[in-house]
C-alpha cells in the first residue's frame, strides 16, 4: 500500500493523559499537514511540514500540541494532559501532483476519544 | 479571516437524477479550487481542481463551475448512483499550495 497510513485508527485515553500519533505520507512527498475534523465539520488545518521544517501553525494549536517530522519522513502528533474538547478526528495528509494540480492525500486518520 | 460555506443540509436525490452542491466563500481569493468525498470514518479523496481562470471542468460523471465574481463554485454529479453518497468538501486554496482550507461539507444521500 503506497497511500498516507495514520496509527493508530483508534484511541481511547483518560483526560490528563499523553497520546502520540504517527503518520507515514507517500515517499516522495515533501509537504505533510495534519488536520483535526469534529463531527459535521470539514477538517481545519493545524500545522504542517516542508521535509523536516515545520512551517507553519494553527492559532487552533495550543501548547499542548507538538507535532515532529524527524529526517523529513514520518511525523508524530503528540498532545499533552488531554482535555474532552480534544476528542476529534486527527488527519494527516501529504501534498503529491504536478506542479498547479497539486493536492491532498489523506491518510483515514485517528480518532481520538477523551474520557 | 476566511469563510468558506457549504449547505450544512444533507441533500437527499433520487437515483438518476442530478446532484448540485455549493461551495460559497468570503475574505479570500482563492487560486484553486478543489472538491473531496468524504465516507464515514474515512480521510477525503480528491476529486477534481478548478483554476481560478476556469469556468468548468469536468470529469466523467463530474462538473465543477468557478465564478470569483460571485466567489462561488457548483459541483454537479449527473446520473446520481447510491454509490454517490458521501460527504463532499470543498476547500481553496493559493497559489503555492501551501494552505488548503475546508468548507464544512454538504452530506449527499442518492436513494434507489
Known amino acids: 500500500d503506497t497511500g498516507v497510513s495514520q496509527d493508530p485508527r483508534h484511541k481511547i485515553t483518560k483526560r490528563g493523559q499523553n497520546v502520540t500519533f504517527r503518520c507515514d505520507p507517500i515517499?516522495?512527498?515533501?509537504?505533510l499537514y495534519w488536520y483535526r475534523q469534529t463531527l459535521g465539520q470539514g477538517p481545519e488545518f493545524l500545522t504542517y511540514f516542508q521535509n523536516e521544517a515545520q512551517l507553519e501553525k494553527s492559532r487552533l494549536l495550543s501548547d499542548r500540541f507538538s507535532a515532529e517530522r524527524p529526517k523529513g519522513s514520518f511525523s508524530t502528533l503528540e498532545i499533552q494532559r488531554t482535555e474532552q474538547g480534544d476528542s476529534a478526528m486527527y488527519l494527516c495528509?501529504?501534498?503529491?501532483?504536478?506542479?498547479?494540480?497539486?493536492?491532498?492525500?489523506f491518510g483515514s486518520g485517528t480518532q481520538l476519544s477523551v474520557l | 479571516s476566511q469563510k468558506i460555506e457549504q449547505n450544512s443540509e444533507a441533500l437527499n436525490i433520487q437515483e438518476g437524477k442530478t446532484a448540485t452542491l455549493t461551495c460559497n466563500y468570503t475574505n479570500y481569493s482563492p487560486a484553486y479550487l478543489q472538491w473531496y468525498r468524504q465516507d464515514p470514518g474515512r480521510g477525503p479523496v480528491f476529486l477534481l481542481l478548478?483554476?481560478?481562470?476556469?469556468k468548468e471542468k469536468r470529469k466523467e460523471r463530474l462538473k465543477v463551475t468557478f465564478d470569483t465574481t460571485l466567489k462561488q463554485s457548483l459541483f454537479h454529479i449527473t446520473a446520481s448512483q447510491p454509490a454517490d453518497s458521501a460527504t463532499y468538501l470543498c476547500?481553496?486554496?493559493?497559489?503555492?499550495?501551501?494552505?488548503?482550507?475546508f468548507g464544512s461539507g454538504t452530506k449527499l444521500n442518492v436513494k434507489p
Open positions: 478548478i483554476r481560478e481562470n476556469e
Open positions: 515517499s516522495e512527498h515533501n509537504r
Open positions: 495528509a501529504s501534498v503529491g501532483g504536478r506542479a498547479g494540480v497539486e493536492k491532498l492525500f
Open positions: 476547500a481553496l486554496s493559493r497559489y503555492n499550495f501551501n494552505k488548503f482550507y
